[in-house]
């Protein structure tokens, strides 16, 4: 009896143990997401996220916390929007979020920080693309200043 009772229990944890998750653990980074797809009616899917959490974007010489999401299914249908959050390095960690992609306009593909201004790396819609696959090299670049996005010309032009 012993040996059965010690199964159920050990079957019963296994049961609730959460499956694996590509969320972050902090419930700020959540919490912004979370609400952003609730507040536009779409659905959020952390495996596309990408992040830069090395570099400093607000000139205190302390690393900040960057993250660019996308939301699906905004307002129904197969729309997507991606957004840039910055988390900057002070004590109220308060995000500043700005769209930066969008479907059948730009697909922000990677993020990097260089000399302090943010550095997307885009694709961005042809003429002759269709509305999923975007095609034309391209490159956003931002600036957080003040507690705010603002974006700045690209220091060269970009890559055809």
């Known amino acids: 009896m012993l040996v059965n009772a010690s199964f159920l229990l050990l079957s019963a944890a296994a049961a609730t143990t959460a499956a694996p998750t590509c969320a972050t653990r902090d419930d700020r980074v959540e919490r912004l997401i979370a609400t952003n797809a609730k507040e536009s009616g779409g659905q ?5 996220r990408l992040y830069e959490t090395l570099s400093d974007v607000d000139g205190d010489r302390r690393e900040d916390f960057l993250v660019v999401f996308e939301i ?3 307002g129904g249908g197969n729309n997507s929007v991606q957004y840039l959050a910055v988390f900057p390095s002070g ?9 930066v992609g969008r479907r059948g306009q730009r697909a922000v593909k990677a ?3 260089e000399s302090g201004v943010i550095v997307l790396d885009t694709l961005d819609q042809g003429p002759d693309d269709a509305m999923c696959c975007p095609s034309i090299k391209g490159e956003a670049t931002l600036r957080f200043t003040k507690g705010t996005l603002l974006p ?7 890559a055809k």
């Open 44 to 48: 959020e899917y952390c495996q596309f």
């Open 72 to 74: 699906e299914g905004e």
């Open 152 to 158: 700045v010309a690209p220091a060269r032009p970009p």
């Open 91 to 99: 004590t109220a960690w308060t995000p500043a979020v700005t769209e």
């Open 111 to 113: 993020l990097r920080v």
